[in-house]
Structure formats: structure tokens, C-alpha cells
């Protein structure tokens, strides 16, 4: 047999045995009682990068249920030199500095400062990962999903903490990384209307004031623009709103006021039917969403 052969595998055994000798136990390892120090003077730097595909949160997250995912990349690599052990067995020389003879470490994933008003989970949230050399780096993939409820603040950006932690790996010493990602609740128009009466006796000549009241049930601060449909546009009868326009904030109530003003008419018994529509808009970008209808009767009698 080839002398080099003999000496490699010689000081393979030795290797294997000393350092299975020095071993680190593990049950001792995790002990409280005894603490032990790296028995052989060196160990491995093991590395983390973290991105994320960020276009898909280019647009605000609609906060209705649905779902939307984020691709997760992570690398993961050594400072082992290449070659390192090249004569040793690769499930010997894994066993000998990682602990394992496939060469793999846990990479755990997990999320922090979750918000209230949403669901978000990571998956798989734990990675196997090839340990490689300091010339190249292993690759894995995983998903981040998120759904927001309507509680979600509408363009109130929040960061989510995405955490990786590799464990000690023998002589392969542990690392994490932690990265930001920008979560942005998009804005949903709700609204609530209440009136005193939707039928109103005037007698001639006299007027009324008819309150609307308009609660806010978005998540967002909302604009309420009322316009009357009044198809007759004669006297006797002139109507106004008072304010037409509003600004609501989340939760808020504010009133409309509907003036009526009669014209005194002799012997006049007349019913009208009006309609007031009220225009909901984002104030954040300006834009015109759907519509509340309003419908009330009026009668105007002496």
C-alpha cells in the first residue's frame, strides 16, 4: 500500500480519536454545573444573509383577509477552508467538526413584534443546510404569509422582525441574523348613517333641520361629501346641507345638518321625495370610491 495512504490514514485514526476523546459531551455540554471550553484551540465562523422580494409590498396590503406572500431568500455559509481535511472521509471529517456525518446544520426561523391586527406566519421555519466551505454558499428558500383584518391602520407602515438562528455545531460556532420588513395596511371605506326621521311634516312657511349622523367604521381617515337630489327645484321648498363636506377619523361620529325651508302657500298638501347621496373618498390619494344613498320624504302641508 502507498506510504502517503498509510500516514493519511493514520492520522485520520488519530484525529477521530483524539478529538472523539476530547469530545465534547453533550449531555455535559448543556449541563449548569459544568461549563466547558472549546476543547481544541479553533473553531468555525458560520454566516447568515437574509432578503426579502420587497415588490410585492410595493402596494398597500388590503386589510379584508386576503392572504399575500413574500418570498424569504437565505444563504448561509463558512469560513472552513476549502479542502480543509481533504484526506479524511467526508462522513468522517463532518462528524469530526460538525457532529453530524451528513454535514448539515438547523437554521430556525421565526417572527417578532407581530402586530394585533394581522396573521403571520413563516414556512418551513426550520431549514437544513448544507455546511459549506468559505468559496461557497448553500441556498433555501421560504415563505412569509400575511393577512391583515380590518383593524389594521390604513398607511401606518409597521416593521416585522424576521429572525435565523443557526445552533452550535461542534466546532462550527452558532450566528443569527435579523432583518426588517415593511408592512403597509392599505384603506377601506366603511360608514355608518343615522338620521332622526326619514319622514318629515313641515307645515307651510315654516322650516326644519334634519340631523345625519355619520360614523366612521374604516380604518382609515375618510372624506364625506353629501350632494341633494332635489328633482323639483321650486318653491316651496329650498334645501341645504350644513357642513357638505366632513373628515372622519376611525370610530369618529360627526353630523350633516338637512335645512328645510318652506314658503308659506295657502291650502298647499304636497309630498316630495328627495334623495341626498353621500360620496365617500380616500383623503390619502383622492379618489372617489362608492356611494351612500339617502332617501327621505317630505310633506308640506298649511
Known amino acids: 500500500m502507498n506510504k502517503k495512504i498509510i500516514v493519511y490514514l493514520i492520522l485520520s485514526m488519530f484525529l477521530i480519536t483524539t478529538i472523539n476523546a476530547i469530545g465534547i459531551n453533550e449531555d455535559l455540554k448543556k449541563s449548569d454545573e459544568i461549563k466547558l471550553i472549546n476543547p481544541l ?24 383577509g386576503g392572504v399575500r406572500n413574500v418570498d424569504l431568500n437565505l444563504k448561509f455559509w463558512t469560513d472552513v477552508p476549502k479542502d480543509f481535511l481533504w484526506f479524511i472521509p467526508s462522513f468522517w471529517r463532518n462528524q469530526i467538526l460538525f457532529g453530524n456525518q451528513m454535514g448539515t446544520a438547523d437554521i430556525y426561523l421565526s417572527l417578532d413584534n407581530i402586530p394585533s391586527w394581522g396573521t403571520f406566519s413563516i414556512a418551513p421555519s426550520r431549514l437544513i443546510m448544507e455546511i459549506t466551505d468559505c468559496d461557497n454558499k448553500a441556498e433555501r428558500w421560504a415563505t412569509i404569509q400575511i393577512s391583515l383584518n380590518v383593524n389594521a391602520p390604513a398607511y401606518q407602515t409597521h416593521n416585522l422582525i424576521i429572525n435565523t438562528d443557526a445552533d452550535k455545531e461542534k466546532f462550527l460556532n452558532p450566528t443569527n441574523e435579523q432583518i426588517e420588513m415593511d408592512i403597509t395596511p392599505g384603506w377601506i371605506h366603511y360608514i355608518n348613517v343615522e338620521i332622526d326621521n ?105
Open 198 to 302: 326619514q319622514w318629515i311634516e313641515i307645515l307651510s312657511g315654516n322650516s326644519s333641520n334634519i340631523t345625519i349622523q355619520i360614523t366612521n367604521n374604516g380604518n382609515g381617515l375618510q372624506m364625506i361629501e353629501g350632494i341633494i337630489h332635489n328633482p323639483y327645484n321650486e318653491p316651496p321648498m329650498e334645501l341645504s346641507l350644513d357642513p357638505h363636506i366632513i373628515f372622519t377619523h376611525v370610530n369618529e361620529s360627526k353630523n350633516m345638518t338637512l335645512e328645510i325651508q318652506t314658503t308659506y302657500q295657502p291650502y298647499i298638501n304636497r309630498k316630495y321625495t328627495i334623495e341626498i347621496e353621500l360620496y365617500i373618498w380616500n383623503p390619502y390619494t383622492g379618489i372617489k370610491y362608492e356611494s351612500y344613498y339617502l332617501t327621505l320624504g317630505i310633506h308640506i302641508h298649511s
Open 41 to 64: 484551540p479553533f473553531g468555525f465562523n458560520s454566516y447568515i444573509e437574509l432578503n426579502y422580494d420587497s415588490s410585492v409590498l410595493e402596494e398597500p396590503i388590503d386589510p379584508r
